[in-house]
């Protein structure tokens, strides 16, 4: 392994992410346990910044399943799912997005330092994830 590649292209390399987003955003992918981790760090470093002081913030489901709803994840992922499904789906799509270098941490981070709260904040960067994702699969 070469030290000198990013954490996502080492990531990329790791998980060998070679199915289309799709794929990941279904029920029995693994890919939102990692994206659990960097959702709550996007949201910790976002309320760190606002703050001015440490803050280790958790996105709970509740705010998850609004978030996924208010920005369109929801129409695009199969009919039948619970709310920890429909959580699940939009931290995938958060992982899939930053180890494939669509979305950077950064761009994460800002979009949720625009956004007046935590829900906002969650809505406006899964709108984000999946505008880029369309760009990237159409080409549009």
Do not use: C, F
């Not at 790791?14 to 981790?37: F, H, I, M, R, W």
């Not at 280790?56 to 499904?85: C, F, M, P, Q, Y």
């Not at 494939?100 to 941490?105: A, I």
Request: charged letters at 30%; proline letters at 1%.
């Amino acid at each position: 392994m070469i030290l000198s590649d990013s954490i996502e292209k080492r990531l990329k390399k790791a998980l060998q992410l070679q199915y289309p987003v799709t794929y990941y955003l279904s029920e029995n992918s693994k890919l939102s346990k990692l994206g659990d981790a960097v959702l709550n760090y996007i949201a910790s470093v976002s309320e760190t910044i606002r703050k001015g002081t440490p803050t280790g913030t958790r996105v709970d489901n509740k705010t998850l399943t609004r978030s996924v709803r208010e920005s369109g994840l929801r129409k695009i992922l199969a009919s039948r799912r619970d709310k920890h499904k429909l959580g699940d789906a939009a931290e995938a799509l958060i992982a899939y997005t930053w180890i494939q270098e669509v979305v950077t941490l950064d761009e994460y981070i800002e979009t949720m330092l625009r956004s007046e709260s935590l829900q906002e904040g969650m809505t406006q960067i899964l709108r984000l994830a999946i505008k880029k994702m369309d760009v990237i699969q159409h080409g549009n």
